[in-house]
């Protein structure tokens, strides 16, 4: 995770931001959301975090009740300095996760009614 002066931030956990670079340069910031083991790896489920859409303060960034995002799945590893990491899952991985997310949220839905 990186450290962050930035006061955008101040609503979340410093811990549950994630940020991403693409070939570019191009810095992308994510919540992580949950973590959902599968075997003996972890995957996290990220939602985008778009500082720029959101002027009110009591906004929960990308949390709006009536729009459709897209969430991101990332394999947790670990790198050689011991620093967790997020990579791409592989295909099987993500059907996986897909399954693994699927069914956790029919449990809640279940317990919720």
């Known amino acids: 995770m ?9 609503e979340f956990d410093e811990d ?3 940020v991403m670079t693409d070939e ?5 910031y994510y919540r992580e959301d949950m973590i959902i083991p599968v075997g003996e790896k972890r995957y996290a489920i990220l ?3 778009d500082i720029d859409d959101c002027e009110d303060e009591s906004c929960d960034c990308q949390n709006h009740d009536d729009e459709e995002i897209d969430v991101f799945i990332a394999r947790i590893d670990v790198d050689e300095n011991g620093e967790e ?6 295909d099987e991985e ?17 317990e919720a009614e």
């Not at 990186?2 to 101040?10: L, M, P, Q």
């Not at 570019?24 to 992308?28: A, D, L, Q, R, T």
């Not at 990491?85 to 592989?90: I, L, R, W």
């Not at 993500?94 to 279940?110: P, Q, S, T, W």
Request: proline share 5%.
């Open 2 to 10: 990186a450290d962050f002066e930035n006061d955008d931030f101040d």
């Open 16 to 18: 549950s931001v994630v």
């Open 24 to 28: 570019e340069g191009n810095e992308y």
């Open 47 to 49: 939602i985008p975090i």
């Open 85 to 90: 990491v997020y990579v791409d899952p592989t």
């Open 94 to 110: 993500f059907e996986e996760v897909r399954k693994a997310y699927e069914e956790l949220m029919e449990d809640e839905d279940y």
